[in-house]
């Protein structure tokens, strides 16, 4: 496709600089435009989901089976009347809710899709992802304090205490896959965890060579840390609505509001990618090759058209690994009832924190034992 | 049945020693005895049932107060958690100044019943030591389960069509 | 700018999700710690003991099932029972095992209804849905038989309105053998969910001396350790004629408010079935009798035995009076010690009705449990002690 893009230019004799420029940001618009949608009917899975584990129906009024109801819900929300209250710092009021969803999309052109979809192929991928996922906490203290309510102001601190406690261990557990992967490249640990263990018949599996063997302790890390980063049960402590109405985000309606949602639910799913991308193998297949090689490779002969399809399996694999790991999360929240706030720092400085020490120990000894 | 009388014969006699006079009534519907004290008593008299009786009641279900036409009823409804007895202690007011001593120091559940007290029946209690209205909203005029009581607050002229 | 105030006053109600209804509480904040709280009361003030001064004793009835809304039938037998006892109404005993019967189911629904909340106020969602599922198939015989869902307006002076329906008991004895299953479920969700455990064990003790102080009475109190169960001992309606257990724990914390509870819904489950087996004259499809409502009170009527009547008597809805005098009645409620206080003075209408419920008490002890604890933690004690709004109100 590249290429593609670049012939065009060449072909309308412009300077191929502007072509890598542009490339990104089409491919980074286009990558989080089609998420944004992803990410709605997200909202729609969530709500079914609880249905089917609370014995409910669900949404079944709008659409098909309810299949548009975050559809009415969405367009609901932005012809809402904007509500400010007397009191709040407007331009804090109005940043807050910016400074909370940006960080999470520019994520999306973080993040390897496929072998060829991926917007900013970075150096140090991880570490970038890392340091502005962080971004968004100053978001929720932002709204908290803008909002010139109490209940906010509580979410606010809440939420940041929450994230600054909780983000050394999952850095701690990233720290593992860059050990591991000895880079910081998101498509380099992908690749690095393709293979299998040895070259055997059923052993070469990539299956075998996911981070998430030697990364165990890791992986339960970061996937426990990451449900605190974006404010899930057992972590929705900022927004907790039995205690604080609805947290930093009580005062805020109409499109502020439905860009917190969309936020929420955008940070929900990117996480999952990561995580799937980190320790699952990412866009890789669980074999040893590509179904659609083994099947097609004896008729098509067309590089380009059978590189399009692999890249289609590769999508379709990270999808089914990432919606695994939104099923378990939603799983979780229709489960757990939600820790208090000192339990919280407890759970993360005297249990997570010597944990992912000890999974860094465990994977730096295991690099030493089979180097790469 | 034999427990209370039981419980009656050794009150009485204690009580007596305390220079305390009362009446004891066997109330006709149930078995709960009735006592009726004098109003400048009570405090001794309640004291003396949660600590020096035989029978320690150590529960106070609810203080109440009836509007009589010649005069005003507060009643003590006393359980003791042990053998389930129930008392009711009462102990009439005047008209022109229903006032009592407060309770509250030797039952905390007394504190809200009383300020109850306070707000719907108008009933002062000496000591208290946070006698406001509780159900209504503090600037109510009138206490309103008196039976003398007019509904002719202006916020209630909708009401009287 | 102006400085930051050490301590925060924050307003929790009247609207808010975690107060159940409409209660105020002021919070003195150091951070998330407690300092001092003070609820305020009175949103929901109906003015229920006036009302019965102007109403006749037939008219009141139907307004007592609103004190409080999650146990009608026990208001109901509360003001029933004082009337009765003015009145010198004897109840039938096919009347006193109906009122049983319905109480004892209301316990339970009463008691769902608190198990989904009260884990709502934790933060875990799906119990709600799961004890409003199980509520569901109770309110539904409950309005199969009474006709309502919620206030049933169901006894009256001097027994029942009605016998069960056909097949009624039989529903009834079904959803007895399904409930202690689903109970089972309930405790493999909760009970030893690590999380549950950490926001409930050792949170909001209620001591033995606390508790006798401030009036706690019903599940609160029995968690405390301490054996209080009108419904044994002394034992009104015809509880003694059954066989259960007063349910007690001893530390008064959450966690031991919640097991109470679960452990009296199994406890009236019992009481229900055993009820069924005894009813006098049998189940409505055979009944012996063939007119059960012939109006005697003989013990061995040619017609009908005292036994298997509804009503003592038939009363004069209009012009009923009972004779001077007044009583009081204790009933072992769901939430506690419900008593109704009847003052008569010989006329249509009740001189003074006078009511002393549970939810009253529990929450003037609120402050008292959550001063020094977390704010998160006041939620888990509020729920714990199983408040009803109407009924601290009235």
Known sequence: MYELYIKIFEHLSIPTVFAQISWPMFLFIGIAATLVI??????????????????????????????????????????????????TNKILFTIAPIVFFAPVMVVYGLVP???NLLAINAAAGLFLILAITSISTIGIVLSGWASNNKYSLLGGIRGVAQAISYEIPLVLAAVGICVLAESMNLPTIVQWQSGGIVNNIFLNWNIFSWNMWPAALGLVVFFICSLAEINRIPFDLPEAESELVSGYNTEYSG??????????YAALFIICVLISVLFFGGYLSP????????IFKNFITNKIILNLLVNIEQIAWLMLKTYFIIFVIMWIRATLPRLRTDQLMNFSWKFLLPLSLLNLFIVAIYRFLFPL | MEKISVIKYQTLKKLK???????????????TSIIIVNANHIRNIIEFFKRESDVKFDILLSVSSVDFPEHFEVSYHLLDSVFKNQIIIKASLSK??????????????????????????????????NLKRILLTDNWQGHPLRKDYVQDDERLIWNQR | MQTLAKQMKINVGPQHPGTHGVLRLIIELEGEVIKNLEPVIGYLHRGIEKLAESRTYYQYLTMVDRVDYLSSFFNLASFCYAVES???IKVPRRAEYIRVITMELNRISSHLLWLGTFLLDLGATSPLFYTFRDREKLLGLFEELAGARLLYNFYSFGGVKQDFPPNWLNKVKKLCDELPVLFNEYEAII???????ERTKGIGILTKKVALDYGITGPNLRASGVETDLRKEPGYSVYNEFSFDVCTRQNGDCYDRYLIRLDEMRQSIDIVLQAIEKLPGGTPDKLLIKRPNCGCSEENCKYCGFDTLLTEKKINLVNFKPPKGEATSLIEAPRGITSCYVVSDGTKNPYRVRWRTPSFSNVQVLPELAKGSLYSDLMAIFGSLDVVLPEVDR
């Open chain 1, 38 to 87: 992803v990410v709605i009917f997200l909202v729609l899975l969530e709500r079914k989901l609880l249905a089917l584990f609370t014995v409910r129906k669900g949404p079944n009024r709008v659409g098909p089976n309810g299949f548009f109801q975050t559809f009415a819900d969405a367009i609901k929300l932005l012809f809402k009347e904007d509500i400010m209250a007397t009191n």
């Open chain 1, 113 to 115: 899709f496929s072998e």
């Open chain 1, 255 to 264: 499109m502020k509001f439905a860009l917190f949602f969309l936020a929420e």
């Open chain 1, 287 to 294: 074999f040893n090759d590509y179904l659609c090689l083994l």
């Open chain 2, 17 to 31: 020693n305390l220079n305390i006079n009362c009446e004891w009534q066997k109330s006709d519907t149930n078995e």
């Open chain 2, 96 to 129: 022109e100044n229903p006032t009592i001593e407060s309770i509250a120091g030797i039952y905390s559940a007394a504190n809200w019943h009383e300020r109850e007290n306070y707000d719907l029946m108008g009933i002062k209690f000496k000591n208290h030591p």
């Open chain 3, 86 to 88: 003015i009145a010198k």
């Open chain 3, 191 to 197: 009970t030893k969910n690590p999380i549950f455990l």
